[in-house]
């Protein structure tokens, strides 16, 4: 089987495409989905097919990880991949979304023939299914339907090409967050250094709490590490009295994704969240990787203008939505006045009662 071309001559476009799912798609499925996603340039970290395995046995949503194929004279040739899980919760209803808890996925094409065949079949497998909607998480549209309309106006990624030489790189920063950065570079008490998955979760979970928002269980960390190994890196930032802030990240291909962090009040007044990003971006050109891609905020927020401090421009996120039963585009984030309650009265739970509650929770915020 081959791996299809990233931009396929018109009259192959016109050839038959079927598509499979990678469960019964041969034993040779995953390596070619993966490298197909690998050699895509639109591709993701959350595009992997460990994710498929890793959200079912966690969450216990099934996972549909749709393949298209081409028919062609010398057989058949991938052309496109569409992960996919079913996310039923009692408190939102039924979805199939790409990718689910998480911020980048949908369709990834050779063509827009197997863009419009895995659409197409999305919408069929909703149907079937019998979900509110399907909802694909795409940096960039990827289908131009009226009948997938998006939503580009409540999310923005963060990503730029990290200067190799460090001082280069500091002058990427704007002058205000440069100085924080410096009173954190020259702070003697700051040390990093690598970190169990349990400290991550403590400091992460301190930090979910007060902003009102149910954390999984460290059951789901330590899946993530189990799966994709040296591609997952945890670090923690020490003061003085021990760990004040923990970072989990994920390096793809040319790219690193600070994606979890997690503090306690005490890190402010050292910067010590300037430092962990900045410590990051070190550790990340020593691998290789020259793109820093600071994650997705909601616009107008305070997080998404923290990354305009750091000189990061916004990029909206087109997510695209097929209604199946459902009357309208899904509204599920903390700045809908439905939800202010819940994340009000979050904040003001215990510690401990927060992270046992939480994973239930947390499970239905795909």
Not at 155 to 160: L, V
Not at 254 to 266: E, M
Not at 282 to 299: M, P, Q, Y
């Amino acid at each position: 089987m081959q791996i299809g071309l990233l931009d396929t001559p018109p009259r192959a476009q016109e050839a038959p495409i079927k598509i499979r799912d990678l469960g019964a798609a041969g034993p040779d499925a995953r390596a070619a989905w993966d490298g197909y996603v690998a050699a895509h340039k639109d591709a993701s970290f959350f595009h992997r097919s460990g994710w498929a395995e890793a959200i079912s046995a966690q969450f216990g949503y099934d996972s549909y990880y749709r393949m298209a194929y081409r028919s062609g004279p010398e057989g058949e040739t991938l052309v496109g991949v569409l992960p996919l899980h079913h996310v039923k919760t009692t408190l939102l209803g039924s979805a199939l979304v790409s990718t689910a808890f998480y911020v980048y996925g949908g369709i990834l094409a050779s063509d827009p023939a197997a863009s419009a065949a895995l659409a197409a079949d999305a919408a069929d497998l909703g149907a079937r299914l019998k979900v509110q909607h399907v909802e694909l998480r795409s940096i960039d549209a990827a289908l131009a339907d009226p009948d997938w309309p998006v939503k580009g106006d409540v999310y923005a990624t963060f990503r730029r090409e990290m200067a190799l030489d460090p001082d280069e790189r500091l002058k990427q920063i704007p002058r205000k967050k440069r100085a924080d950065l410096r009173k954190a570079i020259k702070a003697a008490p700051l040390t990093e250094v690598d970190a169990p998955v349990e400290v991550f979760h403590d400091l992460y979970a301190r930090s979910l709490r007060d902003l009102g928002t149910p954390i999984h269980s460290i059951r789901w960390w330590k899946r993530i590490l189990d799966t994709f190994g040296d591609d997952v890196e945890i670090s923690a930032i020490h003061g003085p009295s021990g760990p004040v802030t923990a970072l989990l990240s994920f390096y793809d291909r040319d790219a690193v994704l600070p994606y979890y962090v997690g503090a306690i009040p005490q890190a402010r007044a050292v910067h010590a969240f300037d430092y962990v990003y900045w410590m990051q971006m070190e550790r990340a050109v020593a691998r290789g990787k020259s793109v820093f891609d600071f994650g997705r905020s909601k616009l107008g927020t305070g997080a998404a203008d923290y990354k305009g401090y750091w000189g990061f421009e916004p990029t909206a996120l087109q997510y695209q939505y097929k209604l199946i039963t459902a009357d309208a585009m899904p509204n599920v984030n903390p700045n809908n006045p439905k939800y202010k309650l819940f994340v009000d009265n979050w904040k003001k739970l215990p510690l401990g009662m927060a992270n046992t509650l939480g994973p239930w929770f947390a499970r239905q915020l795909a």
